[in-house]
């Protein structure tokens, strides 16, 4: 089922910003599209090709166990990641991976306009609901220690694109924002 730009809620933000952004599949590059197509890839759990909120946020027990969070934290976090997903057009009825292109490219002309509304954007909302998970010491920065719950296995390198190369060996709130907006998006 094609996405309906009468309720998808990436058209509908740009729409009501007066943003007359279309979709065009030729400016999508190889390297974006192999990267949404792995991200698609991730959370197709059933391999259908096509996404339910439902398969998103079954990983969720994952995440509790890897990050240890508290039960408010899940909260906030499911809540994030669900805002995060529809807004992209996943919901209870899923969004095929034919879709998931234009849905992805839809949402980060959605980000952009937010953030030159001056508006908080999808993801920060995401990258703030980890971050305050991550940060356990609770000193508004993620040490390496921090962050090697969230990134296993490749975490120096993860970790120093976080924080731009930045040697101070921490990542604050805004960098990891950025590191969950450079991840998703463009």
Known sequence: MPIDKKTNRSYLYLASKKNKWQFN?????????????????VFDKDGDDHLTIEEVESLKSLVRKELHATPEQMKTLKTAIRTFFEEIGVDEKGLNGNDWIEALMAFNAAEEERAKQNEKTVASILGDAY???LDTNKDNDISREE??????????SLFTCATNGDNGGKVTRKELTAYVKQMWLM
């Open 25 to 41: 599949p030729e400016e999508v590059n190889a390297r974006q599209l192999e990267r949404m197509e792995r991200r698609f890839a």
């Open 147 to 156: 962050m090697k719950k969230m990134m296993m296995p490749n975490t120096n």
């Open 131 to 133: 971050f305050d998970i």
